[in-house]
């Protein structure tokens, strides 16, 4: 059950802290052989993965065809056996995003990959999301397990609404302990340092164009849960 927990954690933490991956999609052109491809992706609030994609894009035609998809998130060791690295792949269906949610997820991807707005300026781009269906964990030799499927197909908190107010109350009134955070944490100092984002796992700070993600103990499913664990950090790292 401990290593259970354990491999969940480790899990959340490769996905919120990355954002890149290999999508697989099945090959509408060759008969259905599994297509790999590199793209960058982003998280919702809870552990949904949006993806933004051009429709000349093999796997954008692919996902068209058939919406059967996996991202494999992986991190590689700098040293040592490459096998040993940890990896996640995550199974579902890759949608493209209603107009009812587009300004909401277009507002999140490009604070987190500004550098693709500029595709926004291409007619054929367009976002995906999809929600996980099946997780496949390995951390390194030993380190394996398929993890629940329902702790990943949790839908957004009730907080969702106020992420934008939260933020703004955290840099405005408690940027002592959004610095205190990030030095905790990632052991970087930095006062201009900015929250910019939060989900049910944990939240992001910005410094010097680089974005830092900060894990919680546990899913913060309501408003209350998710000012107590903020609370809770500000007291951890309190000088």
Partial sequence: MLNKIKYENDAISLLRGSNMAILSTLSKKFEEFPFGSFITYITDQNRSVYIYASDLAEHTKNIHNNSKSCITIFNTNKDGDKQNSSRLSIMGHFQKV???????????????????KKYSQTHDFNFYKMKPSKI???????EIAWLNDKNWQISNPDWSEEEGSMINHMNEDHNDVVVSCLKGFHDIDDEACSMIGINIDGYYIKSNKVIYYIPFEKPCLNSKEIRAALVDHANLFKS
Avoid at 136 to 142: D, E, P, S
């Fill in 98 to 116: 209603e107009s009812n949610d587009l300004n909401k997820c277009e507002e999140r991807f490009f604070k987190f990959l500004p550098e693709s």
């Fill in 136 to 142: 496949r964990w390995i951390g390194g030799f030993g």
